[in-house]
């Protein structure tokens, strides 16, 4: 009766009791240059669209939490998943509403990142935003979020890490002169007095700048269960192939991941064994890799996957039509 009130203390103890982990494992994956929900998952509205073929499929990572002692057990003993600390993903000073607040931001950051880089690539004219706008800043009250700004300190600005270079040299409590627009108005030149910050001696406008494209056309990407910023890379190069005659796959099914910035550089990403095993179930035979994480993925690569190493745009773009014309590409 004793080993008995054991073994059935033990089995409600594994069965209900929560461990402070979360599993992860192979996520969702999603073909850029098809649809998801009846709805292409990159869409160009204004402008037609080229001749794609194969696939650009985005990989995630599945975050399972909420997991019982046996649970955990069973998932890790799999070798199909991880554990890993709750709190480094749901920290104890964040509500969850936070957290997926943070997730759906990082992706929608991802998505104009993507779209900037290819038309970069593809000598489309950018321009640049008023983002966020700190509140009692330099320009608050005077610039909303949306403006254009054209000139700052009397430079010419076109990208967002020029206003910062603009103010170079500037000081606290120093005026500067503001070109912008809003909306269709006229241009407007606001004086104003910079602002100051305890990490840097210049002069603040109390702005973050963006970089948005300039183009008569709108880009549209229909994905929105999807978070975190490393859909960039995948996204970017749907949106080249859309732009672009031919087919950049060459009818293959290429995989990937890689947070991207504006100016088409490509960055590290977490979880990448759980998305090339992601890749592999959906048929991929060749997984886009930043090179930044090549020394842990080469170390956990799928039979039949192979790894290519990119760490910008261009690199993707070339690597793929050296695939098509039996060139060598860079692997890991």
């Known amino acids: 009766m004793v080993s008995f009130a054991l073994v059935a203390a033990l089995g409600l103890l594994g069965g209900f009791v929560r461990v402070p982990y979360v599993a992860l494992g192979p996520g969702p994956t999603y073909d850029t240059l098809g649809e ?14 080229q001749q794609t073929g194969g696939r650009l499929t985005m990989t995630t990572v599945s975050v399972t939490d909420d997991v019982s002692m046996f649970g955990a057990l069973g998932l890790w003993a799999s070798g199909r998943y991880a554990l890993a600390p709750r709190e480094e993903f749901y920290p104890p000073d964040k509500s969850e509403k936070d957290i997926d607040q943070e997730n759906t931001k990082a992706f929608r950051d991802s998505q104009s990142s993507a779209e900037v880089a290819a038309l970069r690539y593809l000598n489309y004219p950018t321009k640049v935003l008023a983002g966020e706008i700190v509140k009692g800043g330099a320009v608050d009250g005077t610039i909303e979020p949306g403006d254009r700004l ?8 076109a990208k967002a890490d020029e206003v910062k270079a603009a103010l170079k040299g500037t000081r606290p409590g120093q005026r500067a002169q503001v070109v912008f627009q809003r909306g269709d108005q006229p241009r407007h030149t606001a004086q104003v007095t910079l602002g100051r910050a305890d990490d840097r001696e210049e002069g603040l406008l109390g702005l973050v700048p963006v970089d948005r494209p300039d183009v008569p056309f709108q880009i549209k990407i229909g ?3 999807v978070g975190g910023p490393s859909a960039g890379l995948m996204l970017a190069l749907a949106i080249v192939d859309k732009l672009t005659p031919g087919e950049l796959t060459g009818g293959r099914s290429i995989a990937g991941t890689g947070e991207i910035d504006p100016e088409g550089r490509v960055s590290a990403i977490g979880g990448i064994p759980f998305k090339m095993a992601a890749a592999k179930e959906a048929g991929a035979e060749v997984f886009l890799t930043p090179a ?4 842990e993925a080469k170390s956990r690569t799928p039979d039949g996957l192979r790894l290519v190493k990119v760490s910008s745009l ?14 060598d590409v860079p692997g890991c």
């Not at 998801?36 to 669209?49: A, D, H, M, N, S």
């Not at 930044?292 to 020394?295: D, H, K, V």
């Open 292 to 295: 930044a994480n090549c020394t």
């Open 150 to 157: 054209f000139e700052v300190n009397g430079q010419k600005v």
């Open 36 to 49: 998801y929900g009846g709805t292409e998952v990159v869409r160009l509205e204004g402008e037609r669209e």
């Open 223 to 225: 994905l929105h269960a």
């Open 314 to 327: 261009a690199e993707a773009v070339k690597a793929l039509q050296d695939l098509q014309n039996g060139r």
